[in-house]
Every structure is written in structure tokens, then in C-alpha cells.
């Protein structure tokens, strides 16, 4: 998919296991410095934007590039939509605990709280 959106070479498996930094250079050197590498920690949340002029390196703490580094980047990186699963289990568990905790003291469930909480799910 790269390829069809970003002009030239838009991947670079063979740097895989490689060092972060001889890794970014080397994209920067063969796109004649039209792209800007950008080294990551994985696992770090990033924009979902997608730009042919960015690279980004994702390595692990020793440095060493670990996912296969393409042009533009892919839409939605594991770590955002871990962070998106998690709000919504923690929001589910909120509201969840609201409505048995209002069951057990026998009050009246508030319709107000159920709708709040089914809206924003």
C-alpha cells in the first residue's frame, strides 16, 4: 500500500535487526534527504496522520529496529488501539460497578448514569 501513495522506495525490510541510527540515516541517504526517519521506542503512542515524507524507526530499548520501517506509516499503531481497548474496558468496569453498587443499596438505578454510559460506548 505504501507504495502506491509514496513515490520510490517506500519500505525497508532489510534493515530490520539493524541499529536505530545507521537505520534512519540509511532511509534519509537513499530518499536523498526528502524524508525525515524518526526514531521510536515501540510502543510509543503516535499520530494516526499519514505523511510520505516521514519514516518511522521503531526500536526496541537496545536500539535495534524491530518492525520493518515504511513510508508514511500505517494508520492506527498497536499502541494507540491498545490505549483505545483499555479506556473502554475501564469505562465498561466504571459503569458496571455503578449499576450493581446502586443495585445493592437499593436504590433506584439513575437513568441519567445508564444513559451516559451506553452514549459514550
Not at 530499548?61 to 506509516?73: D, E, M
Not at 459503569?95 to 438505578?109: D, F, H, Q, R, T
Request: glycine fraction near 6%; charge should be neutral.
Amino acid at each position: 500500500m505504501p507504495e502506491a501513495l509514496c513515490p520510490g522506495k517506500a519500505a525497508w525490510p532489510e534493515l530490520l535487526g539493524a541499529q536505530g541510527k545507521i537505520a534512519a540515516a540509511t532511509i534519509e541517504r537513499e530518499k536523498n534527504y526528502q524524508v525525515k526517519a524518526v526514531i521510536l521506542l515501540i510502543g510509543t503512542i503516535v499520530t494516526s496522520d499519514f505523511v510520505c515524507t516521514r519514516v518511522r524507526v521503531w526500536v526496541d530499548k537496545s536500539g535495534i529496529v524491530v518492525k520493518v520501517p515504511v513510508a508514511g506509516t500505517a494508520v492506527f499503531a498497536p499502541s494507540v488501539l491498545l490505549f483505545v481497548l483499555q479506556f473502554w474496558v475501564f469505562w465498561f468496569w466504571f459503569c458496571y460497578s455503578a449499576i450493581l453498587l446502586s443495585a445493592a443499596a437499593g436504590e433506584l438505578v439513575e437513568v441519567d448514569l445508564l444513559l451516559v454510559c451506553w452514549c459514550i460506548m
